[in-house]
């Protein structure tokens, strides 16, 4: 079955960076879209950002675009979140999500997450 | 933009409950992909709903979705003590090519 595994979150003074990683298995990585959506303590879901399977097509939610940057290794089944310019608002669990299959015509555009990583990795921002 | 769900509603083991989605930029239609998610405390998000009304091969019956005046709609019917969580929905705005969740709407099974 689909197993997604979330690794690289720690402690992290504002301004620094921190790199997240996840690895899927159970299923054709290189055929799906991927996102990251995180959670901060006690709050709701934030969508963060979506790349396509082939890696060219690449959007972020408002709050981190031009400080975030997602990427893929196709080759080793994993999934990338390059956090800069870290504030003490992302401090959150960031989950990796496999996107919804199928024809777009019935999806949407971006592709929405579908399944999740179970535990998320959790990123603190604090001096 | 801000999508806004009720902040919590109660049903009775076996009632019939509907969680409603809307948008700070007007009425929800289909073009913005409506989806549901399920969470529970201490777990990750489950999808329940994708594309206004399509369940996931895991998604029980009894959950559906829908438009309903203007808004994103879940319907719970034949609520079970399971079902007890966190429940939030999750617009596509094609302008900014981005997804926006909404707040959550905490269900209780009572």
């Known amino acids: 079955q689909v197993r997604l595994v979330e690794s690289g979150g720690g402690v992290v003074q504002p301004g620094r960076s921190l790199r997240l990683s996840c690895t899927g298995s159970g299923f054709t990585f290189s055929n799906n879209d991927m996102h990251w959506v995180r959670q901060a303590p006690g709050r709701g879901l934030e969508w963060v950002a979506i790349i396509g399977y082939d890696g060219r097509k690449i959007y972020y939610g408002d709050s981190v675009k031009g400080r975030f940057s997602i990427s893929r290794d196709n080759s080793k089944n994993m999934l990338f979140l390059q956090m800069n310019s870290l504030r003490p608002e992302d401090t959150a669990i960031y989950y990796c999500?496999?996107?919804?299959?199928?024809?777009?015509?019935?999806?949407?555009?971006?592709?929405?997450?579908?399944?999740?990583g179970g535990q998320g990795t959790l990123v603190t921002v604090s001096s | 933009t801000v999508v806004t769900q009720e902040p919590s509603l109660t049903v009775s083991p076996g009632g019939t409950v509907t969680l409603t989605c809307a948008s700070s930029?007007?009425?929800?239609?289909?073009?913005?992909?409506p989806n549901w998610f399920q969470q529970r405390p201490g777990q990750a998000p489950r999808a329940l709903i994708y594309s206004t009304g399509d369940r996931h091969s895991w998604t029980p019956a009894r959950f559906s979705g829908a438009l309903l005046g203007g808004k994103a709609a879940l319907t719970l019917a034949g609520a079970q003590p399971e079902d007890e969580a966190e429940y939030y929905c999750l617009l596509y705005y094609g302008d900014s090519q981005s997804w926006v969740f909404g707040g959550g709407t905490k269900l209780t099974v009572l």
């Open positions: 999500a496999k996107a919804v299959m199928g024809p777009l015509a019935a999806t949407g555009p971006l592709r929405p997450p579908s399944e999740f």
């Open positions: 930029t007007g009425t929800v239609t289909s073009r913005f992909y």
